[in-house]
């Protein structure tokens, strides 16, 4: 679940009939790894927790958490390009951000329609026979920041029917979504003329789609958790004026096994807030409940100022995008959180 109010609010036209979300629709790879130039919406998304020593995972706390992403937008037959990137300093507690926007029509940014192959000038993310490299920069508060990192390919999961994930109860709210979960990460972070070898875990999300939100709805909470034990878990609410109207699903994978749930089968409930300023908190610890999995978690972030701020000349909104995990660091994921400041 990606920015569809980010998408909305500045690039909002009428929609494609033509290219709604279908059940039907057969996701098949690498060709549904690239881009959908015919759908309105669209994004490649990056997170990740990133560490020194690699014997550390899962046992003590990250060094760095990261996200790139990068969207494409149809908007009067011409195509858009916006990206973010974000390097969280988790031992200095410093969050570093980035912003990008291009139309394509400028050669800055593209994207391949037959395999996943994207870039904005020096940021890419792309599949490299069995790998997935990544390379992009953050240049922010006076520093400067170059990340190369690479992983092997994991299976795609389908989120929702075969990758048909709906956000409303109405037939064309949907999109065609599926992650990589659990890339198994490996590097490096330049600062100046200090390299640090980094490895890690991070989580890829594709979503595609030409469908709005209900009018009534506010925005979403969406997590990514990977678990010590193995098991990945990808969950999402799209909050509404009306409670009872509340939307959401998750799926977890554990082992050959995967598990799929609506709102009325899980449970966020914030344990603590995070003022970033009058008028705008952020709900940074939540309490997981899924009943039939009989998962109870607390889920914490690492760090409570990660926030994307609006930027009206890049045409992005504010959001929440955050590194979070368990007090025992059992449970490494990310967090994002969006209209929580209108």
Request: glycine fraction near 6%; include cysteine; charged fraction near 20%.
């Amino acid at each position: 679940m990606r920015y569809i109010l980010l998408f909305l609010l500045f690039f909002s036209s009428t929609m494609n009939a033509e290219t709604l979300a279908k059940k039907d629709y057969q996701l098949a790879f690498p060709r549904d790894h690239g881009s959908h130039p015919d759908y309105e919406l669209e994004w490649w998304y990056l997170t990740g927790q990133l560490f020194l020593d690699k014997n550390k995972i899962f046992n003590l706390t990250a060094q760095f958490g990261f996200q790139l992403t990068f969207f494409r937008s149809l908007k009067d037959k011409k195509q858009f390009f916006l990206a973010h990137a974000a390097l969280t300093d988790l031992q200095n507690n410093t969050f570093y951000k980035e912003q990008r926007f291009a139309s394509a029509s400028l050669g800055i940014a593209n994207a391949a329609m037959s395999n996943l192959s994207v870039q904005h000038a020096d940021w890419r993310l792309q599949e490299v026979a069995d790998e997935l490299h990544i390379a992009f920069s953050v240049t922010d508060a006076g520093k400067s920041y170059d990340i190369l990192l690479k992983s092997k390919m994991p299976e795609p999961l389908l989120h929702g029917e075969r990758g048909y994930s709906k956000k409303a109860s109405c037939e064309n709210c949907a999109s065609h979504y599926y992650s990589l979960p659990r890339l198994t990460l490996e590097g490096s972070i330049k600062n100046n003329s200090k390299t640090m070898i980094v490895q890690g875990l991070g989580w890829y999300d594709h979503e595609f789609m030409s469908s709005e939100l209900q009018s009534s709805q506010l925005g979403w909470d969406w997590m990514s958790l990977m678990f010590k034990d193995g098991r990945n878990l990808m969950l999402f609410q799209v909050r509404d004026k009306n409670p009872e109207n509340y939307f959401g699903a998750f799926t977890l994978q554990d082992g050959n096994t995967i598990t799929k749930g609506e709102k009325k089968d899980f449970s966020l409930k914030p344990l603590r807030y995070w003022t970033e300023k009058p008028g705008v908190s952020y709900p940074v610890s939540f309490l997981l409940k899924i009943s039939k999995l009989g998962l109870e978690l607390p889920i914490e972030s690492l760090m409570d100022n990660q926030v994307h701020q609006k930027n009206t000349a890049l045409k992005s909104p504010a959001y929440w995008e955050g590194a979070v995990s368990t007090s025992d660091n059992s449970v490494l994921g990310y967090l994002e959180m969006t209209g929580y400041e209108n």
